[in-house]
């Protein structure tokens, strides 16, 4: 996206659920309960660890560190060393 006004507006509205809950518990139309504690700390964390992996795939750690666009593909002997390294960091892991 690369109008900003439509940025503030699809985050103002991605914010109106953290308002619209406690809005909810504090007029006690939802009552607050450990089932529904729970159940709110399973979803946050679900999205949160769903945002963690979108996020770390749209951002490459080799363009973040060196600043230039990562290079897919390449000749026959730059795939066999990715594979490589790709190979020892799981099985260091």
Not at 7 to 19: E, F, K, N, P, R
Not at 58 to 67: N, Q
Request: charged share 15%.
């Amino acid at each position: 996206m690369t109008d900003v006004r439509a940025a503030a507006q699809l985050s103002g509205l991605a914010s109106l659920l953290t308002i619209a809950v406690p809005l909810l518990i504090a007029f006690s139309v939802i009552h607050a309960t450990l089932a529904l504690a729970v159940g709110l700390a399973a979803a946050l964390l679900l999205l949160d660890g769903l945002g963690w992996r979108i996020v770390a795939v749209m951002f490459g750690r080799e363009r973040l560190i060196t600043g230039t666009p990562v290079i897919r593909g390449g000749p026959p002997a730059l795939a066999a060393i990715r594979r490589r390294a790709r190979h020892n960091d799981v099985v260091r892991d």
